[in-house]
C-alpha cells in the first residue's frame, strides 16, 4: 500500500524539523501519523527502538486503543511532512480502503515480532 500516494495531497500535513518532539511518552493520544517525507524515531526510556521512514505509520496504538496514554516518544529525525488522522478518519480510510486495516495489522504484527526477537535475544546474553 503506497501511503505516500494515498496521503501526499492532503491538506492536513504538519511539517516537524529535525529533532522536534511529535509527541511524548505519557501524553493522551487521540491521533496516529502517516509519514509522508522524512523519518521519525520512536523512543523508550531515552533509545531509540526504531525509526519509522516515509511512506509508513507510527501511532497507530492510539487510534486502536481510543485515547491511551502514549508508550513512547516520537521525535523527527530529519526534517518530516507528517498527515494525522483521529479515530473518525482512521475508521473512514478503513471503509474506502479496506486494504488499510490489513497494513497497519501487518506494521503492528512485525513490530511485535522484533520486539519479541529483541527479548529473546536479550534473556539468550543474560544466559551466557
Known amino acids: 500500500m503506497d501511503l505516500q500516494e494515498i496521503f501526499s495531497a492532503s491538506q492536513r500535513i504538519q511539517e516537524f524539523k529535525e529533532g ?56 523527527a529525525k530529519k526534517h518530516c511532512r507528517l498527515v494525522s488522522l483521529d479515530r473518525d478518519q482512521f475508521l473512514a480510510l478503513i471503509k474506502e480502503e479496506p486494504h488499510f486495516a490489513l497494513y497497519v495489522m501487518q506494521v503492528l504484527a512485525k513490530r511485535l515480532r522484533e520486539m519479541n526477537y529483541k527479548i529473546a535475544d536479550k534473556l539468550l546474553d543474560e544466559k551466557n
Open 20 to 75: 522536534m518532539v511529535i509527541f511524548e511518552k505519557g501524553m493522551e493520544a487521540y491521533v496516529m501519523y502517516v509519514i509522508v517525507e522524512g523519518e521519525v524515531e520512536i523512543i523508550i526510556e531515552e533509545k531509540v527502538i526504531q525509526v519509522a521512514e516515509a511512506g509508513t505509520i507510527f501511532g497507530e496504538m492510539a487510534i486502536i486503543e481510543n485515547g491511551r496514554r502514549r508508550s513512547a516518544t516520537a521525535r
